[in-house]
T-cell receptor
Framework: NAGVTQTPKFRVLKTGQSMTLLCAQDMNHEYMYWYRQDPGMGLRLIHYSVGEGTTAKGEVPDGYNVSRLKKQNFLLGLESAAPSQTSVYFC?????????????FGPGTRLTVL | SQQGEEDPQALSIQEGENATMNCSYKTSINNLQWYRQNSGRGLVHLILIRSNEREKHSGRLRVTLDTSKKSSSLLITASRAADTASYFCATDGGGSYIPTFGRGTSLIVHP
């Protein structure tokens, strides 16, 4: 049982390049989330999904797109990376969000945009 | 905007001492959770306290919740070097059960 995994662990991009971060969970969770963590800012929600084929915007969605084609996977895309998107990105999942539920986090992806 | 705010931002103690960190929030909540993050890792859930509970224990952890003051505290007793980590409170409310995380308290426990 791997829990929540993220690919890649590290990435360096040049401004304007695109990339996709992959999150996978093997716990059959309905809900999945993408956060970014910046120094002194805590975690901020980018996008989330309440089930296969659904996505919704979080607190800081601009510059990102997401897709959830399969229940176990949640992809985060950067179409044209900007230095302001330099951050550590965390994926999380929970069984439900119809009540308070534990979130399970991946190990993170450290992204640097030059 | 972030719901919970932890205090202090940083805490440095000796092994064996108790560590107390606080979380304050602005609007009514459903429940409050505490998470721990070791350096370079993802967050790990520690404890959940419901809005109708006042105190909860889990091993060396004690969490209190005062909804009248809109605040919570996390007490780690007899701290160990392995407790060195950042601690975050997460609250949900306003019709949503998706938690909002604070900025965290960085705890360093010196051996």
């Amino acid at each position: 049982n791997a829990g929540v995994t993220q690919t890649p662990k590290f990435r360096v991009l040049k401004t304007g390049q695109s990339m996709t971060l992959l999150c996978a969970q093997d716990m059959n969770h309905e809900y999945m989330y993408w956060y970014r963590q910046d120094p002194g800012m805590g975690l901020r929600l980018i996008h989330y999904s309440v089930g296969e084929g659904t996505t919704a915007k979080g607190e800081v969605p601009d510059g990102y797109n997401v897709s959830r084609l399969k229940k176990q996977n949640f992809l985060l895309g950067l179409e044209s990376a900007a230095p302001s998107q330099t951050s550590v990105y965390f994926c999380a999942s929970s069984y439900t969000a119809r009540r308070t539920d534990t979130q399970y986090f991946g190990p993170g992806t450290r992204l640097t945009v030059l | 905007s972030q719901q919970g705010e932890e205090d202090p931002q940083a805490l440095s103690i000796q092994e064996g001492e108790n560590a107390t960190m606080n979380c304050s929030y602005k609007t009514s909540i459903n429940n409050l959770q505490w998470y721990r993050q070791n350096s370079g890792r993802g967050l790990v859930h520690l404890i959940l306290i419901r809005s109708n509970e006042r105190e909860k224990h889990s091993g060396r952890l004690r969490v209190t919740l005062d909804t009248s003051k809109k605040s919570s505290s996390l007490l780690i007793t007899a701290s160990r070097a392995a407790d060195t980590a950042s601690y975050f409170c997460a609250t949900d409310g306003g019709g949503s059960y998706i938690p909002t995380f604070g900025r965290g308290t960085s705890l360093i426990v010196h051996p």
